[in-house]
């Protein structure tokens, strides 16, 4: 903290109040270890459930035909 600022200045916080906020903006998944080695990034996670979800929806669409 820096000096000019005192302690007793500030108000009590409140434990959680961005709890809910955070958890509805951000999406973290653990992946068990055997997943996280075949992967060596974020991306290279992203690139390959995109490629799934595409294939996915492929194989969808020709079943529904």
Known sequence: MR???K???LEAGIRGKYY???Q???NLVRLKPE???AFPSE???NEALL???KIAQASA???SS
């Open 24 to 26: 509805a903006s951000h």
């Open 43 to 45: 991306e290279a996670v």
């Open 3 to 5: 000096p000019h600022y």
């Open 35 to 37: 997943v996280a080695q």
């Open 20 to 22: 809910a906020d955070y």
């Open 61 to 63: 669409v020709k079943h």
């Open 51 to 53: 490629a799934l979800i």
């Open 7 to 9: 302690r007793g200045d």
